[in-house]
Structure formats: C-alpha cells, structure tokens
C-alpha cells in the first residue's frame, strides 16, 4: 500500500492547505453549502477541518503514526459524509424528479465514502496481530467495505453516462473521437470496475486501473483548471480531491490483493485475480 499512502497523504495534504488558503470548505468537493448559506461558525470549523487534514495526513507518513492518523481521517471522512445529503432533497426540488440527479447527489455522497473506506482500511490494518494478517477486518466487513467501494465506482459511472453533457465540457476538445465518446466511456469503466471489485472477478486489476484513470484524468482535465483559473479554490480542490482519491485506489486494490479469494469464484477466474 506504500505508492497508495503516499498518494493519498501528499494530497490530501494539498487537499487541508487550498481550504486553510481560502478559509472556507471546496464548494465543489466539501459542499457544506448545501445545509444553507449562512452556517454559523462554517469558517472556523473549515479551518479547524483543514489543519486536521494536514496534521492528520501527515503523520499518515510515518508508520509509527498511522494508526491514530488513519482512525483520525476515518472520523472527518466520515463528517464529510454528511455534507451533500441535504441534496437528496434539493436536488429532485430544482431539477425534477430524474435519475441523472439522484445518481449524482449520490455520487457527491461517494467521494468522501471512498475516502473514508481507504481511511477504516489503513486503520485496520494497524491493528493485526500478526505479519501474516494484513488487516484486522472480520469478513463480513470487509465484504461490506469491498461492495461499498465497488457501488461508489458504479454510481460514478452511472452519473456519468445519465449526465453526459456536465461531463463534456471538462474533456480536452484535442482528444480524437469527440467529447461524448470519452464521457461515455469512463462512465462504462467505472461500472465495469465496481462489478469487478464487487464480484471479486479481476478486482485487483480493475481498482489499479481505477486509480491510473482517474490520474490520467487528472492530468487532461483537472491540472488545465489551475492555469486557466488560478486564483479559483475549486480548480485546486478538484485536483487535491482527485488526488486524494486515486491513493485511494490504489490502497483498497492492494488491500483486496492481500484479500482471500472470493468462495464463489472458479478455478479459472481465481487464477485471473492472482495474476493481476
């Protein structure tokens, strides 16, 4: 999980840094706003939040800290949860009842589950008894925490593939096929890569995968916002967010490689998921 942790501390790092610079939470990542536009105490708690992550991420560097540190960035992962929800109500108000918006507010929901699941997978991983024991997870909860990664990847490609057109605008107009051909198919591939981290079918190689094409995301869509918008919280957020998430990735695919082979399995799709 070393490449994994890196990734993830470094910028979720960035992530605390971009919100202590402009004193208030990512509108676009850590919608807060969504419980109203005049929260008291909303920029204290955004500063507070901010130097947590950065403490926090930071002594997710050092193994001596990773415990405390992981459990830490658990519980605020776990209050950035929280933030979207009243969107499931906004949302089906102003854009009607359409699956395009549900997927999405859901998909706002994800971004922070998926950080939060890497978060319990750290953590628990520090608690094992023993070298052969990578994580102290019962199998029931790490069955749940595998089916909760995989829907999160399925629900960002649904939103995707329902929403096309909030998708185009970020794709860069030089890439061949148009726009629409590439919003559909990253829309496929997180589908297809949540059935296979559920199913246990190529997990590993699929969560990998996850993680290279978000990062390739990022350097095609994301990393253009900075130039064009430098003085936008946003653009930073949305890189430090993005990130953040493929050390996620990349901690939950090494994590299901050190998993038992799923029972339901063949012998010819166990020796798949070893090879990958």
């Not at 992981?70 to 969107?87: N, T």
């Not at 925490?145 to 399925?154: E, N, P, Q, V």
């Not at 946003?234 to 299901?256: P, Q, R």
């Not at 490689?257 to 090879?275: E, M, W, Y």
Request: proline share 5%.
């Amino acid at each position: 999980m070393k490449i994994g942790v890196y990734v993830y501390g470094i910028a979720a790092i960035a992530y605390g840094i971009t919100d202590l610079v402009w004193g208030e939470f990512d509108p676009s990542d850590q919608p807060l706003q969504a419980w109203g536009d005049h929260i008291p105490g909303a920029r204290i708690f955004a500063y507070i939040a901010a130097i947590w992550l950065v403490v926090a991420d930071a002594a997710l560097l050092w193994r001596q800290s990773r415990r405390s540190a992981a459990a830490s960035l658990a519980i605020l992962y776990g209050i950035f949860v929280l933030f979207p929800l009243p969107r499931f109500y906004w949302g089906p108000h102003v854009h009607g009842q359409r699956a395009y918006v549900y997927f999405g507010v859901l998909g706002d929901v994800c971004q922070e589950i998926v950080l939060f699941v890497a978060a319990v997978i750290l953590w628990k991983s520090t608690l094992s008894k023993s070298p052969s024991e990578r994580d102290s997870l019962s199998p029931r909860a790490a069955r749940l925490f595998r089916w909760t990664f995989g829907l999160c990847s399925i629900d960002f490609g649904l939103a995707h593939l329902t929403a096309v057109w909030t998708v185009v605008p970020m794709i860069p107009k030089w890439l061949p096929f148009g726009a629409s051909f590439w919003a559909l198919l990253t829309g496929i591939a997180f589908v297809l890569a949540g059935v296979a981290i559920i199913s246990g079918v190529l997990d590993v190689l699929a969560a990998r995968l996850l993680g290279l094409m978000l990062l390739v995301f990022s350097a095609l869509a994301l990393a253009p916002l900075i130039v064009s918008s430098p003085h936008d919280h946003a653009s930073w957020g949305a890189n430090a967010y993005n990130l953040t998430a493929i050390g996620a990735a990349w901690i939950v695919a090494e994590w299901l490689a050190t998993r038992p082979v799923p029972n339901h399995l063949s012998s010819s799709q166990q020796g798949k998921r070893a090879l990958a």
